[in-house]
Nanobody, 121 residues
């Protein structure tokens, strides 16, 4: 059974960094696009970034461009989200999801459970 597990969340100070991991089991991520999403309390889930499976194109929502970077290590069957210069408004539960391409949320096939990121001084 395909499963995604996120890790690396926690508490960071404003301006700090965290690196999230999305590790897969039961499936090879080689050809999947992996999206990162976040949901803050009282808000709808939003897309943060995506990395395609074949050509490794990356996409970012405007408010994380230049601060967040997504990458993948197919040998480890893992995708990463490096988050730098964190801001309090980045506080949310972050989830990864796998799909055939970087598309709308409902087009992803399976999801992880999420990891909490809190940015506070």
């Amino acid at each position: 059974q395909a499963q995604l597990v996120e890790s690396g969340g926690g508490l960071a100070q404003p301006g700090g960094s965290l690196r999230l991991s999305c590790a897969a089991s039961g499936v090879s991520l080689d050809f999947y696009a992996i999206g990162w999403f976040r949901q803050a309390p009282g808000k709808e889930r939003e897309g943060v970034s995506c990395i395609s499976g074949m050509d490794l194109r990356t996409y970012y929502t405007d408010n994380v461009k230049g601060r967040f970077t997504t990458s993948r290590d197919n040998a480890k069957n893992t995708v990463y989200l490096q988050m730098n210069n964190l801001k309090p408004e980045d506080t949310a539960v972050y989830s990864c999801a796998a799909g055939q391409y970087c598309g709308e949320q409902n087009e992803y096939e399976f999801w992880g459970q999420g990891t909490q990121v809190t940015v506070s001084s």
